[in-house]
């Protein structure tokens, strides 16, 4: 605890079933959702030299997740899209990391998920792909285990999934 903070911010959800609005039957599903925050922090007072007027750690201003579902009878298609704006790690609000990796800046990043689902009767299958583009971030940096420094964030993965209900 290194002081007093403001925080001010707004978070917003739409969420729309476009199967009604475009009057689809019921044998489609059409969804769309975005979900967004804007925030503003800052250290209002600190006895700590150099803090006051420095932005809270992992605040990001811009927190953004959008997406979109499709389906038709037992066939789902979801697509999600996610940025979150560049933050900072310490205080301090260093951008240059130093050699154990634990202070510095988190860059912003984004990220595409992408899925699809089938069910028949009593089995359902569905496979997907997460981190569409293969994008290279991070979220954190730890102290210890397994680190210091930053914790990398997953490659692109492809899974498959079956469900048996008894």
């Known amino acids: 605890n290194v ?4 925080i001010y911010g707004i978070e ?3 969420d729309i079933d476009l199967r ?17 925050s804007f925030i503003t922090s800052e250290y209002t007072a600190s006895q700590v030299p150099g803090i006051r007027g ?7 201003k811009k927190n953004l997740k959008t997406g979109v579902r ?5 066939l789902m298609l979801n697509f999600q899209y996610t940025y979150l704006s560049s933050q900072f790690t310490d205080a301090s609000n260093a951008t240059v990391g130093n050699l154990s990796g634990v202070v510095g800046e988190i860059p912003a990043y984004s990220v595409m998920d992408l899925s699809l ?3 028949y ?4 299958g569905e496979c997907g792909i997460n981190n569409l583009q293969d994008n290279n971030y991070f979220t954190r940096r730890a102290t210890g285990y397994p ?9 692109r993965t492809v899974y498959f999934t079956v469900q048996i209900k008894l």
């Open 117 to 119: 689902s089938y069910s």
């Open 54 to 60: 420095k932005k809270i750690e992992f605040v990001p």
């Open 121 to 124: 009767k009593k089995i359902k």
């Open 147 to 155: 680190g210091p420094g930053i914790i990398p964030s997953a490659p």
């Open 70 to 74: 499709f389906g038709y009878n037992n």
């Open 3 to 6: 002081g007093d903070a403001a």
């Open 20 to 36: 009604r609005v475009f009057l689809m039957p019921n044998s489609f599903s059409l969804n769309t959702f975005v979900n967004t």
């Open 12 to 14: 917003s959800l739409l």
